[in-house]
């Protein structure tokens, strides 16, 4: 990062975005009007529109003390098209609404776009708007995300059915490893900063807490295959949780089996490290964005060689109940235990 | 306001936002899928698609003190409509998330929302997106509007001529002698709880602050009369700074008759009241969220008869620069003092 520091207040709200943005180019033919006026204008000519949005704040959904703001605008980016591809949509365009205390200078701002820029490049999206505030404390962030769709092509959550084989992309835990880690080295710190933090051999948690990426290959695999899941979503908030609402919203129970759920050596040991249960990281941790989806049986066959993709159970009838077969071929319910906002 | 306290954490998030969202209702075609998935499905059925997004922070861009959450709530749908408007377009969808300190019992959320549904019913837009989170500090909201207009009909604020007429919607400065008001009152209740506060006879001025409306009046009239702007936006941050955006924009100058500008009588006696003059308010004040607009000179008899719709001055060349014609035929700069979110 840079070691300058400029007030920013020497550009004036419109002065700031302007120069913020000026190194982002348009990547899309459906970008008809971008930032400079009261609104941007789309035209995805007879396809469907798909948008998502979030709002991060600063302290509750991310912590600058162990986030750099390049991957910070980085993941805020990734995190919304992670729900345009969770749709099978493709995403086409972001606004970004950023606010922030007097703490922050240009140079971070800039730093924070850089990463947006980055993560707009590699998706081929387009940031057509949003707006630059002072906030009472600490960085707060909007993303809304825009994509398309061929009419009707969209993919629910409550469209599975009885007998679907339940999928899941990558691994699983691994952001959420990445995140005890952090939140150790953090405490050691404050406790004693002259120790520097420890992340020697730590590269996969800490990269997938930082810089986690949106599954568009996934979505395009599927395509290639001519896979058409039954139903799909993105595990923001851990595998329990998002099977939870999977179930709910299909009115539907299901089995997954713990032997075929994905972690990666690296969380298997970082677990082991923390003393706790790789498979319960997978199934709580949060932040993963895979995507987690159903598809009929008869078309198993056309992923047994996608190593990216795991069939982890199958969708049975609501009275069955949500339940995890364990290796030792115990049976229990599978409970939300997500990053729950709200929660203590 | 109810005097109940429930606690929020009770519902949890998706309990929360189902909770509050149950009573509205959707009113637009384009609506395909909305709230419930990880994004909202729009089909605007080869129509162009506008969109724009605000982020609000307490204590920047309002105050609880004398701001009611329900008026919040709908102020806060009302100044992203009013952006979608000023592109001549219609409305269709609103993302809402919101993000909330400890300090907000459920019935305060819900007040939000009720004024979230009033300005949706009134505006015939469909809520369908949006998270809550909790905060740090204050009160967090960010919206997305969406719209629709015919292909190539919206219209930018690049595209005025020199020559044109420039035309403003109602009248101007009230917002901000409402905000002036509540200030002063605010300081007096902080300097001495005792005193009630004195908003006897200033309804116009408190209304226009804390329940602004977006325009869609006048592009209906518009688009009766057939009356194509050759520019238009909307006024947000006050007319001076509002002007010189879209001269900068349109590469061009422009000449406003101060005794042209609308100013109501309401907001005439309560600038006398704080020894304001009323043409710095209506120049410099934010937030009146009317319509500021430019047409061709043939255009003009067809807008005589509409009091809702002043022609406050012409646009000219580039060279001639930007200026106020006083009642005293004096000509001044007009200079851009409007509420700059990171002035002093």
Redesign the interface.
Same mark, same amino acid.
């Given at each position: 990062m840079s070691t300058e520091r400029t007030e &920013?207040?020497k !550009?004036?709200? @419109?002065g !700031?975005i302007e120069h913020l943005t000026e190194n982002f180019e348009t990547h899309n033919a459906s970008t &008809? !009007?971008s930032i400079?006026?009261?609104?941007?204008? &789309?035209?995805?000519f007879?396809k469907?529109?798909?948008?998502?949005?979030?709002?991060l704040?600063? +302290?509750?959904?991310f912590d600058l003390m162990y986030t750099p703001l390049k991957h910070l605008g980085y993941k805020a980016v990734v995190v919304n098209l992670s729900?345009?591809y969770?749709?099978n949509?493709t995403p086409t365009?972001i606004?970004m %609404?950023?606010?922030f205390s007097n703490r922050f200078s240009l140079e971070a701002l800039e730093e924070f776009y850089e990463g947006v820029n980055i993560a707009c490049e590699k998706y081929d999206v387009d940031l057509? +708007?949003?707006?630059? %505030?002072?906030?009472?404390?600490?960085f707060?962030i %909007?993303v809304?995300? &825009?994509?398309e769709?061929a009419?009707?092509k969209?993919i629910?959550?409550?469209t599975a059915e009885s007998g679907d084989l339940i999928c899941v992309s990558g691994d699983l835990g691994a952001a959420f490893l990445g995140l005890t880690l952090m939140e150790r080295e953090k405490q050691i710190f404050v406790e004693n900063p002259q120790i520097q933090p420890n992340l020697e051999n730590e590269d996969y948690i800490v990269g997938r807490l930082l810089k986690p990426e949106a599954r568009k290959d996934i979505i395009e695999i599927l395509e290639n295959q001519n896979i058409l899941p039954t139903s799909?979503?993105?595990i923001s908030d851990g595998l329990s949780s998002e099977l939870l609402?999977l179930c709910k919203?299909s009115n539907l129970g299901c089995r997954i089996y713990e032997e075929k759920i994905p972690i990666h050596d690296a969380s298997r040991a970082a677990a082991f490290k923390f003393g706790l249960d790789p498979t319960v990281c997978a199934l709580n941790g949060g932040e993963d964005y895979e995507l987690l989806f159903t598809m009929k049986q008869s078309d198993y066959d056309k992923i047994t060689l996608q190593e990216e993709i795991s069939v982890i159970g199958y969708i049975c009838d609501k009275e069955e109940g949500a339940k995890l077969i364990t290796k030792g071929k115990n049976l229990f319910d599978i409970t939300a235990q997500g990053w729950?906002? @709200?929660?203590?």
């Open positions: &920013i207040d !550009l004036g709200e @419109f !700031l &008809i !009007l400079g006026d009261d609104a941007a204008v &789309i035209d995805h007879g469907q529109t798909v948008i998502t949005t979030d709002l704040i600063e +302290g509750v959904h729900d345009i969770a749709m949509a365009q606004t %609404s950023i606010a057509i +708007g949003g707006d630059t %505030s002072t906030s009472q404390k600490g707060i %909007s809304t995300a &825009i994509g769709i009419p009707d969209y629910k959550r409550s799909m979503m993105d609402h919203q729950n906002a @709200f929660g203590k």
